[in-house]
T-cell receptor, first 113, second 111 residues
Framework: DAGVIQSPRHEVTEMGQEVTLRCKPI?????LFWYRQTMMRGLELLIY????????DSGMPEDRFSAKMPNASFSTLKIQPSEPRDSAVYFC???????????FGDGTRLSIL | DAKTTQPTSMDCAEGRAANLPCNHS???????VYWYRQIHSQGPQYIIH???NNETNEMASLIITEDRKSSTLILPHATLRDTAVYYC????????????FGTGTRLTIIP
């Protein structure tokens, strides 16, 4: 069984550029989560979706961040414009609807110069 | 407002059982104990969870005290690949509740 697939694995870009991170959840999972991990703040939940609908985006740091889930098999996290403080590892996770546990992808390591 | 407390780090000899403790004295009746781990450069990985009975799967065993205020994750025969940060998390079994990862226990398996 394929796990949660994230792309790209690594992204390096200059500040001000738009960044798009992609996630394919496990087939049949109806809940999708975006997390960010930094040394200073650890692992933080940014937003999550149930059945493609955003449920809680209180963790999204600023309006520069947006997330979409156009269908059950794909989600994006976009940062526009990007800033150096956005540098982190971004994880996507999925789970069956309303049920734990969550299954994580291997993350996207983002560096904003 | 941490729901769990874990030691910052632990070492264990390869081949031995690794016993990772977790205190969760304020756990409520409908909350489960979940364990995840994060190996370097990978995403967190679910290990096991339990409510009040001891649990075992192919990865580990979970021992929960009768008063449910603490638990121990046991890796029966630790290998070098078990070196990771281990997180103990308390939450209800409904997906809407946020997974809150604390600082966890950094387990190092010594050859």
């Amino acid at each position: 069984d394929a796990g949660v697939i994230q792309s790209p694995r690594h992204e390096v870009t200059e500040m001000g550029q738009e960044v798009t991170l992609r996630c394919k959840p496990i087939s049949g999972h109806n809940s999708l989560f975006w997390y960010r991990q930094t040394m200073m703040r650890g692992l933080e939940l940014l937003i999550y979706f149930n059945n493609n609908v955003p449920i809680d985006d209180s963790g999204m740091p600023e309006d520069r961040f947006s997330a979409k889930m156009p269908n059950a098999s794909f989600s994006t996290l976009k940062i526009q414009p990007s800033e150096p403080r956005d540098s982190a590892v971004y994880f996507c996770a999925s789970s069956p609807l309303q049920v734990q546990p969550q299954h994580f992808g291997d993350g996207t390591r983002l560096s904003i110069l | 407002d941490a729901k769990t407390t874990q030691p910052t780090s632990m070492d264990c000899a390869e081949g031995r059982a690794a016993n990772l403790p977790c205190n969760h004295s304020t756990i409520s009746g409908n909350e489960y104990v979940y364990w995840y781990r994060q190996i370097h450069s990978q995403g967190p990985q679910y290990i096991i969870h339990g409510l009040k009975n001891n649990e075992t799967n192919e990865m580990a065993s979970l021992i929960i005290t009768e008063d449910r205020k603490s638990s121990t994750l046991i890796l029966p025969h630790a290998t070098l690949r078990d070196t990771a940060v281990y997180y103990c998390i308390v939450l209800s079994n409904f997906g809407n509740e946020k997974l809150t990862f604390g600082t966890g226990t950094r387990l190092t398996i010594i050859p």
